[in-house]
């Protein structure tokens, strides 16, 4: 795959993931303007030393709500229930492993108990795992949603743990694109991203990832994004730091082949003219001597990698 014109080798299973979820993508927008604070009650790591995590995370619902009762703070509860009393709450329901996460379940009970409307039928149809996984992998294979979708109404995203994002992100793009209107997100824990105020991209990165020459077209051709400008902050950072270090790869790999290009003619009787005419003519045409090759080759990485 091409991201800014810079190969990205994938692995086999992600190729395969983009080649099914292309069609699938849902029509996102933009994240605009704001859009509040993921908030979050506890850390990732706090949360597994939890005596009830593992078997929480592998389908024990009880487990989950001992859990989310120890960790949980209720005066967050309410704030998210005063600020936004008629959203709808939808959580993050999909598998781990061969069992399903019930995490994210016991969390929306407690907006339950605080009376604001949850809904279980938005699920997730796809078997994605980010878990060790590269980041040109947690890039391209989103996950995708199934479910009623109220027009018009406003929703709030449940899930256990935020990292970069982008599960949330998904669903939020399935949710806008059946006329709902994601106004929040909440999570039981943060990871290293999630301590961010803020998971949306931002127009520093946005116009990073324009330099680098990545365009919304990629975005839709490999099923990842509607538009730059959908992709969390998490995201774009990772696409902006994949085609660098692609890129001067490819330059370092130009820069040798120039060092050893020169090697191979240096004491030719023609260096000198080719240092200094340029061209040379043979048998009635004009011909790149190897000295303009390389110089070519130069400009095209130094046109690659964006100048700091």
């Excluded at 080798?9 to 069609?23: C, P």
């Excluded at 961010?196 to 490999?222: F, V």
Aim: include cysteine; aromatic fraction near 6%; hydrophobic fraction near 35%.
């Amino acid at each position: 795959m091409y991201f800014g014109g810079t190969p990205v080798r994938i692995d086999w299973s992600t190729a395969q993931h983009i080649l099914r979820q292309r069609e699938s993508m849902p029509e996102s927008k933009a994240w605009g303007s704001f859009f509040p604070a993921v908030t979050n009650h506890t850390s990732a790591s706090c949360a597994r030393s939890h005596p009830d995590f593992e078997a929480a995370k592998n389908g024990d619902f009880d487990a989950a709500l001992r859990l989310v009762d120890t960790l949980v703070k209720d005066e967050r509860i309410k704030q998210i229930a005063e600020e936004f009393p008629n959203a709808h709450i939808v959580y993050n329901h999909r598998m781990h492993g061969k069992r399903i996460n019930m995490i994210p379940a016991a969390y929306a009970a407690k907006f339950s108990a605080a009376g604001m409307k949850v809904e279980h039928d938005i699920i997730a149809i796809t078997d994605v795992s980010h878990t060790n996984a590269s980041d040109i992998a947690r890039i391209s294979k989103r996950m995708r949603y199934e479910g009623n979708v109220t027009q018009g109404a406003d929703y709030i995203l449940l899930d256990d743990f935020i990292t970069s994002g982008a599960e949330l992100r998904d669903m939020r793009d399935y949710i806008q694109s059946k006329g709902g209107n994601v106004v929040a997100m909440t999570t039981l824990g943060h990871g290293s991203y999630g301590k961010l105020s803020d998971i949306r991209i931002n127009e520093q990165c946005i116009e990073s990832l324009k330099q680098n020459g990545i365009t919304d077209k990629e975005l839709r051709k490999y099923g990842i994004a509607s538009a730059i400008g959908c992709l969390t902050l998490s995201e774009g950072a990772k696409l902006v730091r994949l085609v660098n270090s692609r890129a001067k790869a490819a330059a370092a790999r130009i820069s040798q082949g120039m060092s050893a290009a020169v090697r191979d003619q240096r004491g030719l009787p023609e260096l000198a003219g080719t240092l200094q005419g340029g061209t040379r003519e043979k048998g009635g045409y004009l011909q790149s001597t190897p000295l303009q090759k390389i110089e070519e080759m130069e400009q095209i990485a130094a046109r690659r990698i964006p100048r700091r």
